[in-house]
Structure formats: structure tokens, C-alpha cells
């Protein structure tokens, strides 16, 4: 119970920790003025009894409880606000601390962690220490600071009592350490639960195209079925293995409160208990395990805090790329690799590969799938890090730039164009968000796609579904095009961009490439043959290695693998059943 406070308290930021700390020590004088209650009914009673209920004891007795009773409305008031500030800013901070964090994870990461993992901590994980971390940790805080003050006020009545009181919170603690040991245990079931759930639910909705093509409905249902049958099973399993605790826990405060009643009177009718005191320990024995009764009952969430807090920390250790360059403008456009080699874990992409790309030219790879085309242009632009060998921007190492200073200088193209559920304006200006509407539809004008725009219902604020399915794939690259002319980077990537392009939108889309690419340095992956064959360089790669490079008329000259490439292309295009 303890170390999820803690944990948590460390999760925070250094504001957000004073506004909980603050938050303690008004919950431990919340407790106080919570005691105050039994003093001022000891002082009516030992007075009614003693024949000593004067003026003064009664005003003194009202103002402690009524003063109690204000410091306490104060308290828990302000508790609230700062309980409320500090988690809810918790998790919104965190969601953006995760997120910069991930912009600057090397690629290879979201290869080997689930989209379902990542999604449930930023969005799930992150939402539940919203709701329950705060408001958990001051409840039983509370509950318990509030138990520890009166078992105090016990042993000044009678050390009996008190004792009774610290054998009931004992035996509190060791049930809620065999409490959170289950709960440690069965968390990250439940964890991995959450996450398979999600993860399911995504590859099904991804791929409702394929299941529907394939009539794969019930295979696919049956999956979501299992994750959700298995999410209810830990879900049910937790619930009877903590119900348990709570039972067992429940039967001490009961005996505790039987044993102090039946106690005190059994002491009274001996002659070594007064009235008053018997009075108010039966008082008292309801009171302190009340508070452990909230304590306990919200406790068994603190498991979740500590599964969340584990869960966020876990993508904020992965190692980054180094970030720490500097914010450069480069003189120049050239683009230097040189002795690179590259691999995904144990698998080598690239092997030792080096070539030049001048300002303002045109350079095309080319080579059959898995050759390591995409990978290269990924390098380049420091999607990943090179394990050996460098890369130059400009003359300089791409290491010393700053990750956005680099980027400044990349526009991508990719065959498979990704829109995001916002406003088709917000989507073009993800290129330069401070661009003006002007400079924004000049762009979309180049990129040919202002006319289709303006017949949307609502124009350049027509709100997209996710990943842009409501429009077509010619009209989504155009719009990507768009995006790529108004950030107006001096490198284009365009990575087989053209592949999947329709003869009705092909002259649209080359006329809109013919903008972007316009005094630019260019590197293209392509298969289709007119767009590399104008490439001022070609680069051949097979395996991870560069095996020939040249304009496309040299290349057909040394009848190698581009030759048999492109033969091939027009032996394909020619043939006829």
C-alpha cells in the first residue's frame, strides 16, 4: 500500500508532488479536527456525570467540535482541488510526455511492441490514474491517519482499549499485504488481458476489408470473443480473490468493535472504568474502524495505480535516439552515406553501403522486394540509426542535428497515404501549421486537388474519417502531396508513391509531383519504370548492398540486374492470352 503511494508520488512531476504532499498534511489535520468530535462529547459526558456541565464546558465543548467540523469542511475542500489538480494534470502530462517520447523512439520499437500495448497505455492505463490514483491514495490515507489518531486518543483513555485497537490494525496490515501480494500477482494478467483486447479489436477493425473479402467473419469474431471471454474471466477471478480479503477484513473491525464494547463495560461494572469513558470508547471503536473500513475498501485499487505507473514508466525507459544535436540550417542539400550497415535485431538490412546524392538531382532506388530500398531512405532521414558508418547532410554528420531541425529538411511521399479524423485544412497544415489559408489552397491548387476539395460538403473544413477512407486513394495522395508542397522541405522521399495510383487520377498525380519535386533534391523507390528511367542517378540494390548505379541508359548497357529488371517490366506489359 505503501510503495503504490510512493511509486506514484515519484510518477508525478515536482509540482503535482507538493500539491499531494500538501494534500497529506491537511488530510493528517482533517484527522485531528475528525478526533475533535470525541473530546467534545468526553467533555459534555464526564461533565454530565461529575456534576460539572457549566457554561464554559458546554461553550467549550460546542467550539471544539464546531470549529472541528469547519477545519474539517476546509480541508476536505481543499483536499479535493489539489487530490483532483495534481492526478487529472498527472495523466494529461504524462499522455504528452508518452507521446513526445515515442516521436523520438527509433522505428524498430513499434516493430516489436503491439499497437494494442501502446494504445491502452496512452489511452486506458493513463485514464485510470486519472480516475482512481488521487482520490484512492487520499481515502485511504485518510482512513488511516484517521484510525492511527484515535487508537492514540484509545491508549489515553485506557492502554486496554488502545491495544485492542493496534491488534485489529495488525492483523489490517497483514490481510492487505496478502492483499496486494494477489494483487501483484494477478495484475499483470489482467494487464496483458486489457491489452490482447484492445489489440484485437484494432486488427479487426484494420482489417474488416480482408475478413468481409474472405467471409473470415466468424474466425475473426471468435478471436475478439476469446479476448473478451478472457478479459471477463481475470476481471471475475480478481473480484473473488479480493472479496475474500475484504470479508476477512471486515470480520476483525467487527470483533475489534464487539471486543472494545463488551470490554469497556465489562471494566465499568468492576469499578475501573467511569461511565464517560465507556460511553466513548463504544463511541470511539465505530469510529476508528470506519476509517479503516475506507481504507480497506479503496486500497484494493491502489494495485491498479501501481500496474499504471509501471505500465507508463515502461515506454518512458526505452532508450530514444540521441536527440541532443543542434538546431543547424545546412549551406547545402548533398546527402553523404557513407559505410553504413543496418540491422533489425539479429537480421542484416544494409551491408556496408555508401553513395553521394548532389543538391537539386534526382536519385531513384530500385531493386526487388527486401533489398533494403525503404530501409535505406528511412536511414537517411534517422527513422532509425545506423549500427556502423555515417550520414552527411550538408557536410554534416545527421547525428548533430537536432531530430527537428533534421526533419526541416525531409518531405515524405508514401504509397500508403495516411489521413488523420480532423478537418481536411488541419491535415494539409500538418505540413506548416502556422501557414496561412492562402498559402494553404495555393498548395492544394499545385497539387491539384482544390477543385475536388471545394465539392466536399463543407470545403476545406469537411471533417475526414480516420486514415481518410471517405476518399479515394487518388485523392488522398494528392492531398498528401499537398501537404508535402506547403511544408516546402528541400528533400522529397518518395517511397513507391506511385504504385497503386488509378488511370483515372495518373496525369493529376504526375502533374502534382512535377510541382513538389521542382528544384528539389529527390530520392525515389520506385517500380515503375517512367519514373526512374529520368533519375539523374540510379542506385541497384540487392541483399542490403549497392551491385550497380548509373543513369538508366548506362545501366541497360551493363546488362545486369537493372537490365533484366526493366526486361522483364516490358516482357510483362507486352505479353497477350
Same mark, same amino acid.
Given at each position: ?427 494539409? %497544415? /500538418? ?5 496561412? &489559408? =492562402?498559402? $494553404? ?5 499545385? +497539387? !491539384? ?95 542490403? %548492398? /549497392? ?5 538508366? &541508359? =548506362?545501366? $541497360? ?5 537493372? +537490365? !533484366? ?13
Amino acid at each position: 500500500m505503501i510503495r503504490a503511494i510512493r511509486k506514484f508520488i515519484k510518477f508525478t512531476s515536482e509540482k503535482n508532488r507538493k500539491y499531494l504532499y500538501i494534500a497529506i498534511f491537511l488530510g493528517i489535520i482533517y484527522a485531528l479536527s475528525d478526533v475533535m468530535k470525541i473530546a467534545s462529547v468526553y467533555l459534555i459526558l464526564d461533565g454530565f456525570f461529575n456534576n460539572a456541565l457549566d457554561a464554559a464546558r458546554i461553550w467549550l465543548a460546542f467550539g471544539l467540535l464546531a470549529g472541528g467540523i469547519v477545519v474539517m469542511i476546509i480541508c476536505k475542500y481543499a483536499m479535493t482541488m489539489l487530490q483532483c489538480i495534481a492526478g487529472y494534470t498527472t495523466g494529461a502530462n504524462k499522455r504528452l510526455e508518452i507521446a513526445e517520447h515515442l516521436r523520438y523512439m527509433p522505428m524498430g520499437y513499434y516493430n516489436k511492441n503491439s499497437l494494442g500495448f501502446i494504445t491502452s497505455v496512452a489511452t486506458n492505463t493513463m485514464e485510470n490514474l486519472n480516475d482512481i490514483a488521487t482520490r484512492v491514495i487520499m481515502m485511504v490515507t485518510d482512513g488511516v491517519l484517521d484510525s492511527l489518531l484515535i487508537m492514540a486518543l484509545m491508549f489515553f483513555f485506557d492502554w486496554r482499549m488502545g491495544l485492542i485497537v493496534l491488534g485489529v490494525f495488525i492483523c489490517f496490515l497483514l490481510v492487505q499485504m496478502a492483499h496486494q501480494a494477489i494483487g501483484r500477482k494477478l495484475a499483470p494478467i489482467k494487464d496483458k488481458a486489457d491489452e490482447n483486447l484492445v489489440e484485437d479489436v484494432l486488427e479487426y477493425c484494420e482489417g474488416i476489408t480482408e475478413v468481409k473479402n474472405y467471409n473470415l467473419v466468424k474466425q475473426a469474431s471468435s478471436k475478439i470473443y476469446d479476448s473478451i471471454e478472457k478479459h471477463r474471466k481475470i476481471n471475475t477471478r480478481m473480484e473473488l480473490n479480493f472479496s475474500q480479503f475484504d470479508i476477512y477484513e471486515g470480520i476483525f473491525m467487527k470483533l475489534g468493535t464487539v471486543a472494545m464494547g463488551l470490554l469497556s463495560i465489562f471494566l465499568y461494572l468492576n469499578g475501573q472504568m467511569t461511565l464517560p469513558v465507556v460511553i466513548v470508547t463504544i463511541i470511539a471503536s465505530f469510529l476508528v474502524f470506519n476509517g479503516l473500513a475506507r481504507a480497506c475498501g479503496y486500497s484494493s485499487l491502489l494495485k491498479n495505480v501501481e500496474v499504471c505507473v509501471d505500465k507508463g514508466n515502461k515506454i518512458l525507459a526505452e532508450p530514444i535516439m540521441n536527440t541532443k544535436g543542434d538546431f543547424i540550417r545546412p549551406g547545402n542539400h548533398d546527402i553523404s552515406v557513407k559505410n553504413i550497415s543496418f540491422s533489425y535485431e539479429e537480421k542484416e538490412i544494409i551491408k556496408d553501403v555508401s553513395f553521394d546524392i548532389k543538391e537539386n538531382t534526382k536519385v531513384a532506388l530500385v531493386g526487388p522486394s527486401g533489398s533494403g530500398k525503404s530501409t535505406l531512405a528511412k536511414l537517411i532521414s534517422r527513422f532509425f540509426d545506423v549500427n556502423k558508418g555515417s550520414i552527411y547532410l550538408g557536410g554534416r554528420n545527421i547525428k548533430d542535428y537536432n531530430i527537428d531541425s533534421l526533419m526541416r529538411n525531409f518531405s515524405f511521399v508514401f504509397q500508403n497515404v495516411y489521413l488523420f479524423s480532423d478537418t481536411i485544412r488541419n491535415n494539409i %497544415k /500538418i505540413g506548416k501549421s502556422d501557414a496561412t &489559408d =492562402e498559402e $494553404m489552397i495555393e498548395a492544394c491548387k499545385k +497539387a !491539384k486537388c482544390h477543385d475536388f476539395i471545394m465539392s466536399l460538403p463543407e470545403g476545406y473544413d469537411t471533417v475526414l474519417t480516420e486514415g481518410g477512407s471517405s476518399l479515394s486513394g487518388g485523392e488522398r495522395q494528392r492531398l498528401s502531396i499537398a501537404r508535402a508542397i506547403l511544408k516546402d522541405a528541400p528533400i522529397i522521399i518518395l517511397d513507391e508513391a506511385t504504385a497503386n495510383i488509378d488511370p483515372e487520377n495518373e496525369n493529376l498525380i504526375i502533374e502534382a509531383f512535377n510541382e513538389l519535386t521542382k528544384d528539389k533534391t529527390i530520392l525515389m523507390i520506385a517500380h515503375r519504370l517512367k519514373t526512374v528511367r529520368n533519375a539523374d542517378d540510379i542506385l541497384v540494390l540487392d541483399d542490403g %548492398k /549497392i551491385v550497380d548505379e548509373g543513369t538508366h &541508359d =548506362e545501366l $541497360m548497357k551493363h546488362n545486369g540486374l537493372y +537490365a !533484366k529488371f526493366v526486361n522483364e517490366r516490358q516482357e510483362a506489359i507486352g505479353f497477350k492470352l
